[in-house]
DNA sequence: AATAAATTTCACCAATTTTTCACCTCGAAT
DNA sequence: ATTCGAGGTGAAAAATTGGTGAAATTTATT
């Protein structure tokens, strides 16, 4: 298995190969969150061991990133205390969380508990099934009755964004805050537009995407 | 929100100052880490802009005395080029740092980034019942007698609130100021029509809906 | 540089929701 | 039993919201 560890300080990344190659696996590293982007973009791995705190590019953004053009499992490492991040991970697609400090069996167990999670969900084809509605967010394919669906960049990543918070209530806010990133200073209305593509894409289907007065929307099998 | 500026230099916080009440925000202002400090005993702010460098107490042993008796998010403002220990600033829990000379726009993604990461506490799917009641929160699903009920914005906002609150008296005026907000200048009679809509959505289970006569309503299993 | 594609903004419309208000009912205190 | 104030009710007016298509802007591609 080929795992990039993603660390700003040297001696953590050390660390966290040892584990890693000790296993049999094969470790990759990388310093900052940029890095760990362009990496990825340009390669294979297995999973990803990401920091939170980062210079130039912090952690969840990278994954945020990563995700949008690439399905690898991520574990993150985060500093102890940091309990609010775990809710906000997990929405960006983030497999699993490590606590510094962290003790090698631990490690290893998440990412050994990770690896065979995802190799479950392969061999019986990783593609998410809503009646007639096929989301395949590996392959970054969506069919509708068997045809494929030409998304838009946008498109793709709200209705994988709705589809991951499944049955969760998504204010507009949130919408853009988490799909359009921290830092997209727009209008409210630019979500409904997108809404409105992405429904006429789904045809019939679009009955899973529910809008929620006065609050914003939901994706409801 | 409360935000306090931390700057030596009068004129980057009367800059700080037009940004952060550009968005609505309270501003405040101190001179030094000492004032600083003396500032957030006495007060309670949501969120600190520190500047590094500063005469009498320096940024960052502000932060480290600050942090010991109250628990408020810190973004530090360093001059270009000065490369500190973020490892060290992170330890002492500053949550994110802005280099000068910023921009607006950065400023204020970097502050909405640091207090909705903060905000968000709500952990699972959780669905309350009482008896054949059952309501999902993050869902924003309520159901009687396993049908779903169809509410309004306000009616969902309103019994969500009354649940949260389960067995305790809310006046009318408590309930407008929380759920209709500080601004909301009506009619008292508003909250009894909304009542009137709640309870009729909630069919038998009206009865969790308690009038208190002369004082307000109450949730009551 | 030109063209195409995608994204964002905007203004209007229809539908829903909220608020107000006049009138009604109930229950406690006299 | 009567009175009085508090709460319930339905309907109409007022306000808000979301959907929509087109235009403007940004971004990517040739």
Chains 1, 2 share one sequence.
Do not use: Q
Not at 28 to 47: H, I, P, Q, S, T
Not at 92 to 114: C, H, L, Q, W
Not at 155 to 177: D, H, P, Q, S
């Amino acid at each position: 298995m080929k795992i990039l560890i993603v660390d700003d300080e040297e001696m953590i990344r050390a660390v966290l190969r040892e584990y890693v190659e000790f296993e049999g696996n094969e470790a990759f590293e990388a310093a900052d969150g940029m890095e760990a982007v362009k990496l990825c973009r340009e390669n294979e791995y297995d999973l990803v061991l990401m920091d939170v705190m980062m210079p130039h590019l912090d952690g969840f953004s990278a994954v945020k990133e990563i995700k949008k053009t690439k399905d690898i499992p991520v574990i993150m490492l985060s500093a102890r205390g940091e309990e609010y991040d775990k809710l906000f991970a997990f929405e960006i697609g983030v497999d699993d969380y490590v606590t510094k400090p962290f003790s090698p069996k631990e490690v290893m167990a998440r990412i050994n508990a990770v690896t065979k999670r995802r190799a479950v969900k392969v061999s019986g084809n990783e593609i998410l099934k809503f009646e007639g509605l096929e989301i395949d967010m590996a392959g970054r394919n969506v069919y509708v009755d068997g045809e494929k669906a030409e998304l838009t960049p946008k498109e793709y990543e709200l209705l994988f964004y709705l589809v991951r918070n499944k049955g969760i209530a998504l204010t507009r806010e949130k919408l853009l805050y988490d799909v359009w990133g921290f830092d997209f200073y727009g209008d409210d209305r630019t979500v409904d537009t997108h809404i409105k593509m992405l429904r006429s894409n789904l045809k019939e289907y679009r009955k899973f995407v529910v809008t929620l007065r006065g609050l914003g929307y939901k994706f409801e099998e």
